[in-house]
C-alpha cells in the first residue's frame, strides 16, 4: 500500500466535512445575494420599511404621553433625536438570518417558517431597541453612546444567533 500524499489525506479530511463545507459556502453565496438584494432595493423597500420603523416608535411614543416627533426616520424627543439607519433597521440582520436559514439542509416550509418567525422576533427586539435607546436619551443621555455601540450591539446578535440555534435544533434535533 502506498502511502498516502498530502493532497490525497486533505481530499479525505474534506469529503468527511462535506455537508459543513456546503453549508458554509451557500451561506457565504446567500449572504452576498442578500446584501446587494438589499443594497439594490435600499429606495424601494428597505427604506420604507425603516420609516415604518420610525412611524411605529412615533406612534407608541405618543400613546405612553411622551412628547415626540417624526421626520422620516428621525424620531426626537425634547432634547433628544435618533436617525434610524441601516444598521438601525435590522434588515441586514435579517438578510444574514434568511442566508444561514436558506443554506441549511431544511425543508422549503420548514425554512420559511423559521424565517417569518425570526422576522417577526428581529423586528420587535429592534423595536424594544429604537424605543429603549430613545428613552435612554432623553433621561440619560450620558448612557446612549455606550447602550447603543455596546450593550445593543450584543444583545442583537445574542438574539439572532439564539433564534437561529433554535431553530436549528427544532429541525435537526441532537440524537
Known amino acids: 500500500m502506498a502511502p498516502s500524499t498530502p493532497l ?15 453549508f458554509c459556502l451557500r451561506f457565504c453565496l ?12 435600499q429606495d424601494q423597500v428597505v427604506e420604507p420599511f425603516t420609516r415604518g420603523i420610525a412611524w ?17 426616520v428621525t424620531v426626537g424627543v425634547p432634547n433628544f433625536s435618533v436617525m434610524i439607519r ?29 424565517i417569518l418567525f425570526a422576522f417577526l422576533v428581529l423586528y420587535v427586539v429592534n423595536l424594544i431597541r429604537v424605543l429603549s435607546l ?4 432623553y433621561l440619560l443621555p450620558g448612557f ?21 440555534l433554535s431553530w436549528v435544533g427544532r429541525v435537526r434535533p441532537v440524537a
Not at 30 to 41: E, N, Q, R, T, W
Open 8 to 22: 490525497a489525506r486533505l481530499a479525505r479530511r474534506l469529503r468527511q466535512h462535506q455537508s459543513l463545507l456546503l
Open 30 to 41: 446567500y449572504s452576498v445575494l442578500a446584501f446587494v438584494v438589499l443594497f439594490a432595493l
Open 56 to 72: 411605529v416608535t412615533y406612534k407608541l411614543m405618543r400613546a405612553v404621553g411622551t412628547p415626540v416627533w417624526l421626520d422620516g
Open 86 to 114: 441601516n444598521n438601525c433597521n435590522a434588515a441586514y440582520e435579517m438578510g444574514l438570518l434568511t442566508a444561514a436559514t436558506l443554506a441549511y439542509p431544511a425543508p422549503g416550509s420548514r425554512r420559511a417558517t423559521g
Open 134 to 137: 430613545l428613552y435612554l436619551g
Open 144 to 164: 446612549f453612546e455606550a447602550a447603543h455601540v455596546y450593550v445593543w450591539q450584543v444583545i442583537f446578535l445574542v438574539v439572532l444567533a439564539g433564534l437561529w
